[in-house]
């Protein structure tokens, strides 16, 4: 059975608002997916010797990420090409194609996978069960609802809607509940730190909120365009919405990838300040040969700090054993 004829007034905004969405949707997607190419040639070269569970991060990563842009391509060609002059067609894949009706659950996947990676962290700092188990349990009922929803699309309901709001609700308020318990605990551990690593927390805590930012507020605009969009006639709401949830996922990853990277641009800044701070003493002058670098590559987000190290120097300044904080031994990265 045919379905029936678009009504003329419904056909512009259709236009314009979604196939017009996926379009940009996809075309950022690719544009992202670049970045991510480059982030990882940069870490390939800097971190040869990393060790093997964060090179096998990275691969898992690009392989993931790789797949969602050669899905996004697959469905241009199906709504620009195969469908071209015919727009029942072209609006009907979302619900007749497996790779757009599959496309919340890659998206919650890759956005899962990278979650876990910053809730390994959380626990590296903070070493709190509770919170730590109450943001993987968000992240854990997101994806879970992402596959209920994706389940209601191949059997054609349009139930699905209410498990995409519930999907994109959980993981926002996941991603909120990470970032300011990172936020804090780097702040409480640098309050209670030598004033070197103070330094360094303090930076780090800077960087984590730039960096958590972008993902976050990409994940407000889904859920509000998701829920404000109108289901009879598109509007600029779906455009966000399509957007944003598209590109989530490969902000997701440039994050991840942008703290890997970090390391080296941290460690080279810390101990040109240490060379500083020694010829400051001694009347020599040192250059501070720091490289360059861009946002996009390299931050101060999860710095590859030495925690031991810095626990012994902190414990040398600190007047009472009761009040130093706690420092797990090892990496924070």
């Known amino acids: 059975m045919a379905p029936p004829p678009i009504p003329p007034s419904v056909i512009r905004p259709l236009l314009t608002f979604y196939l017009g969405g996926w379009d940009l949707a996809i075309c950022t997607d690719l544009i992202l997916q670049g970045i991510i190419f480059a982030q990882i040639a940069h870490y390939t070269t800097l971190y040869k010797k990393d060790v093997l569970a964060r090179h096998a991060f990275v691969a898992v990563l690009l392989i ?19 469908h071209f002059m015919n727009l029942n067609a072209a609006l009907n894949a979302s619900t007749d194609s497996w790779t757009t009706e599959l496309n919340l659950t890659l998206v919650a996947l890759i956005a899962f996978y990278v979650q876990l990676f910053f809730c390994k962290r959380l626990w590296v700092i903070s070493r709190n069960a509770y919170i730590v ?50 936020i804090y605990f780097l702040l409480y551990h640098s309050k209670h730190a030598s004033p070197e690593t103070a330094g360094m927390l303090n930076s780090i805590t800077k960087l984590t909120f730039q960096s958590a930012a972008p993902a976050a507020v990409c994940a407000l605009i889904s859920l509000v365009g998701t829920l404000a969009w109108d289901r009879t006639t598109p509007n600029a709401y779906v455009m966000l919405a399509i957007i944003a949830n598209n590109v989530l996922p490969k902000l997701y990853a440039i994050s991840a990838m942008w703290t890997l990277n970090s390391r080296s641009s941290i460690r080279q800044a810390h101990s040109s300040t240490e060379r500083q701070g020694t010829a400051a003493t001694s009347g020599c002058r040192h250059t501070n040969n720091i490289e360059l670098s861009s946002p996009w590559i390299l931050s101060d987000r999860s710095a590859a700090i030495h925690v031991q190290t810095e626990v012994e120097a902190t414990h040398s300044v600190l007047s009472s054993k009761h009040d130093r904080p706690y420092f797990p031994p090892g990496n924070i990265d």
């Open 64 to 82: 993931i990420t790789t797949l969602k842009s050669a899905q996004g391509i697959v469905i241009l060609w199906i709504q620009n090409v195969e």
């Open 133 to 182: 188990a109450l943001i993987v349990a968000l992240f854990v009922f997101g994806l879970v609802a992402s596959f209920v929803s994706s389940v209601f699309t191949f059997a054609g309901q349009l139930k699905n809607v209410t498990w995409i709001e519930i999907h994109l609700g959980t993981v926002f308020t996941g991603d909120v509940l990470l970032c300011g318990s990172t």
